[in-house]
Every structure is written in structure tokens, then in C-alpha cells.
């Protein structure tokens, strides 16, 4: 659910109360994407913001997991903003996708589609297209790399500075 300040100058206490619901609240207020129910937000600087709450949500619908929360999504987004803030014609693509996107999503676009399914059934019709790649592409590195990530997975980082893999568990054999 998107919650959009409508150009009034920061977002009021009534605002915030009345977007609360079941699920997931971005809110929508001037230059930036927040969350008040998890208490993070992010300021966009070359993507409009709805774009970018809109890239939050496809990146929870292309790599799916429960446990991480919506922050280590926006901080993989972020990156696609600052790539448009160099880059005009990225910076269109984007753009462009997203009104794509929404455009199939039908009546109140993408992001306010209530079910993962119906929002994956329109990801599947984009798939193929420039603007579904570099999204894709861009948040295999941008979610995977962020180090705070690593735990939810299991993954315990690089071994090379510990002494490697081989010295650290590797070579335990028990189950043979």
C-alpha cells in the first residue's frame, strides 16, 4: 500500500494513521519513500518517489524472502536512482517501465495490487524486456552484496582472511 502526500509540504500525523493497514505501508512524502511502521525511509534524488516505492515492491516480488525486511530492498534500490541521477537514458527507462508496469497492472497500478500472484503474473509479461533486465540485474548485486544480509542467509562472508575454507569446516567428513 502507497500513500501519496500529495505535494502538501511533509506528511501530517493524520496521514500517517490513516495509511495503516494489513501489510506493508510506504509512504509517499515529497522527495522520499518511508515506512513509518519499521522506521526507515529513503530519499530519491533522480527517480520519482513512487517510482522507486514501485521498484521496492518488484524487488520483493523478484527475489521473494520473508524474513528480510523492506529496508534491505530499498537500500538495493537506491542504486537505480543514483544510476539515473548519471544517466538520462537509464533514468528514462526506468521511468518508462514503471508506467509500463503499471499500465498492465490495470486500475491503481502495480504496487497496489493486492496478491503476489497478480503482481508476478504482470513481472512475467515484462520479463523479456530491457527495463525488467536492468532491474533484475542491478538487484542481484544491489540485495546480495549488502553484508547485513548475509546472516538471514547462513553465509558467513569471504573465508580467505580467516585462514580459508579448508581450515574452518570444510574438510569435516563426519557424515561419510
Known sequence: MVTVNDGKPGLS???LLKGGGIGALLV???SAVISPEHAWGLETSALKPETVATLIQMARDIYPHDQLA???YAIAVKAHDEKAGKDQAYKELVEKGVADLDAKAGGGGYINQSWED???AVLEQIE???FFQAVRGGLVVGLYNQKAVWPVFGYEGESYSKGGYIDR???DIEWL
Open 13 to 15: 500525523r493524520r496521514e
Open 28 to 30: 509517499i512524502s515529497g
Open 70 to 72: 523492506d529496508k534491505y
Open 118 to 120: 497478480q503482481r508476478v
Open 128 to 130: 523479456a524486456t530491457p
Open 169 to 171: 569446516g570444510f574438510d
